[in-house]
């Protein structure tokens, strides 16, 4: 039984993958342009594979020609919510009807607006379409405050939710008893992975507590979100700066807020140091702590995650750019094995850098939790160190 049911799930994954290829394949073969030219130079495929990485208003599955010729798009809309010169607009995404050129012009509450590679601008007073000057940037146009549900803040919420109804199960379990059944015994071995893997051997026995609940939470998000951009759906969360960014801020936060005296002490007067040399190891340590820290962090993650994805586009792009060289079928297989397997690599590196995330950012906050056990004299130098019991309290 057991084995049928591994079986199963292995097919099911194989099938999504599988899935996923082929629409990206089918939109990368068949997105054609306003002129009704499909996609088949190297700069129109390195402009598709761009605009795919990077956030959107709308769903967009597939393409594909109907019987009357006319060109089909499967996706749902999303809401767009705008604060411009006439104050609060809303409407959804579809009345833009897929386009990202800036010529279809939505009115609405006495503005016009307009989609320009993914980004809304509102039209000025009396335009009816938008005017660039010789760089190609919009001279009677200006973006407006953009509050719009996209793809990426729709993911967000879906997990956000998904995560919180999850956890709280877990939770009302463990209060009647003590293995938990159903999709808890999933999320029981990877919280405790987390707990005793990642936290206590980086924060300390006595203090992971009350950081382990943030490290739970941003290991699930990076990792679901990451396993989720690996779908048809074509969600690239963590490949969002904005986002990654934004998870970065907040380990800052806690590693800052929470830092103890000897953390502070050793970053702005380190004891058994020059005097003379303090200063200038004072400027390394808070720069290596409020910018290196936190950038790479972020950049890590963004990097992989994004560069992942532009790997997948570019495999699959191969039974286009290859086609005249080793024929239609050649092209077409070569890309399939090569994008399958990339792309279960991909779920391995959806693990990774969670698992990296999570790790450094443990390891951040333990540095500012340690307690150091050396004694002083009287000029703040150490009267004995031994370095492995001072990497010990980091570690």
């Known amino acids: 039984m057991e084995r049928a049911l591994y079986s199963i799930k292995f097919f099911g994954l194989l099938f ?48 594909y020609t109907n019987d009357a010729g006319e060109r089909v798009h499967v996706g749902f809309p999303l809401p767009v919510i705008l604060v411009g010169e006439n104050g609060i607009t809303t409407f959804m995404s579809s009345e833009f009807h897929h386009d990202t050129n800036g010529e279809v012009v939505v009115e609405k509450n006495g503005s016009r607006f307009v989609n320009f590679h993914g980004k809304i601008y509102e039209l000025e007073n009396g335009a009816a379409s938008m005017i660039f000057d010789a760089e190609h940037h919009p001279t009677n146009a200006s973006r407006p405050l953009d509050l719009s549900i996209t793809k990426s803040v ?14 709280s199960s877990l939770a009302r379990q463990y209060k009647n008893r003590r293995i938990p059944k ?3 015994r999933v999320l029981e071995p990877l919280v405790i992975y987390v707990r005793d893997e990642i936290a206590k051997p980086n924060i300390g026995e006595k203090k992971y507590r009350k950081f382990t609940g943030y490290l739970m939470t941003v290991f699930f998000f990076i990792w679901i979100l990451n396993l989720l951009g690996l779908t048809p759906l074509g969600f690239n969360v963590t490949g969002q700066i904005a986002v990654t960014a934004a998870l970065a801020i907040f380990t800052l936060i806690i590693y800052t807020a929470s830092g103890n005296r000897d953390y502070w002490m050793h970053m702005l007067w380190m004891p058994g140091v020059p005097i003379l040399i303090r200063p200038v190891l004072a400027v390394i340590e808070l720069v290596g702590a409020f910018i290196i820290k936190p950038f790479s962090l972020l950049v890590r993650l963004f990097a992989n995650i994004s560069a992942g994805h532009i790997i997948v586009m570019s495999l699959v792009a191969i039974m286009i750019t290859l086609k005249a060289e080793i024929t239609p079928v050649g092209s077409t297989a070569l890309s399939f094995v090569l994008a399958l397997f990339i792309s279960v690599i991909e779920i391995l590196v959806a693990f990774l850098q969670a698992y990296i995330f999570t790790m450094l950012s443990a390891l951040f906050i333990g540095m500012a939790v340690a307690e150091h056990d050396h004694e002083h004299d009287s000029d703040g130098t150490p009267e004995h160190t031994d370095a492995e019991d001072v990497r010990a309290d980091f570690i």
Not at 19 to 36: K, L, M, P
Not at 44 to 62: G, M, N, P, T, W
């Open 16 to 63: 999504s993958l599988l899935f996923t290829i082929s629409s990206v394949a089918n939109e990368v073969n068949g997105n054609e342009a306003q002129n009704d030219e499909r996609i088949n130079t190297e700069g129109e495929i390195r402009d598709y594979i761009q605009h795919h990485i990077k956030d959107a208003h709308d769903f967009h599955l597939v393409s």
């Open 154 to 167: 729709f993911g967000i919420l879906v997990i956000g939710l998904l995560m919180l109804w999850w956890f």
């Open 182 to 184: 159903g999709f808890g």
